[in-house]
Structure formats: structure tokens, C-alpha cells
């Protein structure tokens, strides 16, 4: 990053900080929704559909990247947002299935979405990994299902899906889950937010090694 782009981005959380003010995020936590903010300028994030934590969220992304973990993400926007440079750093991988020529017959066949075909695609990639959804919700719902059908065992799942059909109540739906999650309240989210989060977290667990 050049001088000037750092000096940018410096002041653009500066004034996050002073627009949101007061808040009850941890300091982790905090440095996490910031990026967000600053991906998407919606602030919203921290406040009427804010960003949630599971309480192990962080600690169980952090053991998951120190075990060179995989990052499955539910398209190909989230795949490309998040930094390679890091990646390649920490010794991770990023895997995305949704452009797989062969996913579009086997989305037909079974009258299944090619984001729920991808996830499933992705199981034993997902094992002790982060999943990133930040576009389909029938993406997350298929995680969820995988969870509890003992399929797949994330070490997190950022589900933030955006939408008005399904997007909320996927979130919702979650948070019920036994495993450690990011998502958030309501129908906004996208790939820029799903991607900062990533970026958020492999930058602090690059600077607390």
C-alpha cells in the first residue's frame, strides 16, 4: 500500500470511529466491523443491523488460519475481494466452486440452487475452515444443513448473506447452530462485507503471531 493510500484509509476509520461514537464491541470485534463499514460506508453494520459475534468466533479463526486452513467462500465476488497477498502469507487457500461447468447440470437435475451445489462441493474443504457467504442464502442454509448433519465442521462460519427473500432468517438460523459464526441482523450484507470480514481477521491474527 503506498503512503498516500495508507494515509487515506487512516483517516476513513478515524472517522468511522467518530461517527459511530460509543459502542459495545470488544477491541477485536470492533477492528472487524470497521472494515466493514469501510467496504460497504453503511453504517447500519453497527447499529440497526449490526454486526454479531459468536463469543468464539475469533479465537476459533485465528487456531483455524495457524492450521493453514481453507477459505470456502460461496461465490467467485468473495473469493476475488479477499487479499491474496495474505492468503499466500499465512498459508491458506481460498476455494470457490460456484463456476464449475459441472455444477450448472447437477443444479438442474436436483432443482437445487448452484450456490447450495457448491457448498456441498466444498465439505471436506470446510473441515476446521472458514466459510465466507456473503450472496446466497440458500448457500448458508445448505452450510447449516451440512453442519448438523455432521457432514462438514467449519471453524466459523461468516454468514452475511444479502437479500430480502431468506437472507434474514438464514442468519437467524445461524445463530442456532453450534458453531462459531459472524453474521449479523437483517437483509443487508454482499460480498464486500463478507470479504472484509475475512481480511479483517487474517490481518489481526497476522499481527498477534
Same mark, same amino acid.
Given at each position: 500500500?503506498?503512503? !498516500?493510500?495508507?494515509?487515506?484509509?487512516?483517516?476513513?476509520?478515524?472517522?468511522?470511529?467518530?461517527? $459511530?461514537?460509543?459502542?459495545?464491541?470488544?477491541?477485536?470485534?470492533?477492528?472487524?466491523?470497521?472494515?466493514? $463499514?469501510?467496504?460497504?460506508?453503511?453504517?447500519?453494520?453497527?447499529?440497526?443491523?449490526?454486526?454479531?459475534?459468536?463469543?468464539?468466533?475469533?479465537?476459533?479463526?485465528?487456531?483455524?488460519?495457524?492450521?493453514?486452513?481453507?477459505?470456502?467462500?460461496?461465490?467467485?465476488?468473495?473469493?476475488?475481494?479477499?487479499?491474496?497477498?495474505?492468503?499466500? &502469507?499465512?498459508?491458506?487457500?481460498? $476455494?470457490?466452486?460456484?463456476?464449475?461447468?459441472?455444477?450448472?447440470?447437477?443444479?438442474?437435475?436436483?432443482?437445487?440452487?448452484?450456490?447450495?451445489?457448491?457448498?456441498?462441493?466444498?465439505?471436506?474443504?470446510?473441515?476446521?475452515?472458514?466459510?465466507?457467504?456473503?450472496?446466497?442464502?440458500?448457500?448458508?442454509?445448505?452450510?447449516?444443513?451440512?453442519? !448438523?448433519?455432521?457432514?462438514?465442521?467449519?471453524? =466459523?462460519?461468516?454468514?452475511?448473506?444479502?437479500?430480502?427473500?431468506?437472507?434474514?432468517?438464514?442468519? &437467524?438460523?445461524?445463530?442456532?447452530?453450534? $458453531?462459531?459464526?459472524?453474521?449479523?441482523?437483517?437483509?443487508?450484507?454482499?460480498?464486500?462485507?463478507?470479504?472484509?470480514?475475512?481480511?479483517?481477521?487474517?490481518? =489481526?491474527?497476522?499481527?498477534?503471531?
Amino acid at each position: 500500500m503506498s503512503n !498516500r493510500a495508507f494515509e487515506i484509509e487512516k483517516k476513513s476509520l478515524k472517522i468511522i470511529d467518530t461517527e $459511530i461514537g460509543q459502542h459495545n464491541y470488544n477491541e477485536l470485534e470492533w477492528a472487524i466491523v470497521r472494515r466493514v $463499514i469501510h467496504a460497504t460506508a453503511d453504517f447500519d453494520f453497527a447499529r440497526s443491523e449490526r454486526i454479531i459475534f459468536h463469543r468464539n468466533a475469533i479465537k476459533s479463526a485465528f487456531n483455524a488460519i495457524k492450521n493453514k486452513c481453507n477459505i470456502v467462500t460461496d461465490v467467485d465476488m468473495v473469493r476475488s475481494a479477499i487479499n491474496k497477498k495474505l492468503v499466500t &502469507d499465512l498459508g491458506l487457500k481460498a $476455494i470457490c466452486y460456484i463456476s464449475d461447468n459441472a455444477l450448472a447440470n447437477e443444479s438442474r437435475k436436483f432443482n437445487r440452487t448452484r450456490s447450495e451445489m457448491a457448498m456441498r462441493r466444498a465439505a471436506n474443504e470446510m473441515n476446521g475452515g472458514i466459510v465466507a457467504i456473503g450472496n446466497a442464502p440458500t448457500a448458508l442454509y445448505e452450510t447449516i444443513n451440512m453442519i !448438523r448433519e455432521a457432514v462438514a465442521k467449519p471453524a =466459523l462460519v461468516i454468514g452475511i448473506p444479502v437479500g430480502f427473500v431468506s437472507a434474514p432468517e438464514s442468519k &437467524d438460523e445461524l445463530t442456532k447452530t453450534n $458453531i462459531p459464526f459472524i453474521t449479523n441482523v437483517g437483509r443487508k450484507g454482499g460480498s464486500p462485507a463478507a470479504s472484509s470480514i475475512v481480511n479483517a481477521i487474517m490481518l =489481526l491474527c497476522q499481527s498477534n503471531n
